[in-house]
């Protein structure tokens, strides 16, 4: 077991030599919504803004691949209203903790650089919320029933993202990034074994953060050494 121990850090050790390693915390705004399918249901639906937060961490290697690991509290759902009055709208919010788990490659090897992510995420679900405001001749007479049906604990997809950062010395970083959720195979519905004739019930976003990181393990470079080499040795 001891042997196993030194096995594993030493392979850390050396993973790390030259790699960065950062923690700190991020914060983000987005516009969400959830893709209903048949089209007929999207009819009202307008975006959801809805803030986000939580904790990051990033390891990058010597050639500016790595791991973006983070843990979120999100606000998502969808957000309905009558094209022709304000006076009737319907909000459903899902509060999640969300984990990403996403590749992060940089370009550039300076203070600033563009960063690209793509990655799975899993969020649990915390808390859910209704609210309608004179929206009651929508919801009782939708066949689908979708106001009404119940939403898994659990929701996963894949995300994609764009950015940059930029290093301030060797110690802190600050990011910036939009994010995209790709619905891509693997994806769930929201809603459990879609029902009522629901064919799709899965959430979109559109988001950007802010953050700012500690750069724990701060990226080192590889020195080009210089050799001496005598004058007698140089032909004049």
């Known amino acids: 077991m001891k042997r196993i121990l ?3 850090l030493a392979m850390f050790s050396i993973a790390t030599a030259f790699g960065q390693l950062s923690v700190g915390v991020r914060a983000g705004f987005g516009a969400y919504g959830v893709h209903f399918e048949p089209p007929s249901l999207n009819g009202n639906q307008v975006s ?3 803030p986000s937060f939580g904790f990051v961490a990033i390891y990058n290697d010597r050639n500016n691949a790595g791991l973006q ?3 979120n509290y999100a ?6 209203q009558d094209k022709d009055s304000s006076h009737f709208s319907y909000r459903h919010e899902l509060s999640y903790i969300e984990i990403p788990l996403m590749t992060h490659f940089e370009l550039g090897r300076g203070w600033f650089r563009i960063y690209g ?3 799975p995420y899993i969020a649990f679900k915390r808390g859910e919320s209704t609210m309608a405001k004179n929206y009651d001749v929508y919801i009782d007479n939708n066949p689908y029933d979708l106001y009404n049906q119940k939403v898994r604990k659990i929701d ?6 764009v950015g940059f950062r930029v290093n301030f010395g060797q110690r802190f970083s600050a990011f910036a990034d939009v994010r995209y959720d790709l619905q891509l195979a693997g994806g769930q519905n929201i809603f459990k074994q879609q029902p009522n004739g629901i064919q799709a019930s899965r959430i979109t976003e559109l988001s950007g ?6 750069n724990i393990l701060p ?3 590889v020195e080009t050494k210089e050799y001496y080499i005598p004058k007698e040795g140089i032909d004049e």
């Open 117 to 119: 992510l793509v990655g």
């Open 69 to 71: 690991f983070e843990v």
């Open 6 to 8: 030194l096995s594993i």
């Open 75 to 80: 606000v998502k759902g969808w957000r309905e």
């Open 156 to 161: 996963f997809g894949n995300k994609a993202g």
């Open 48 to 50: 959801l803004y809805e």
């Open 219 to 221: 990226q080192r470079t």
């Open 209 to 214: 953060s802010l953050g700012l990181v500690f």
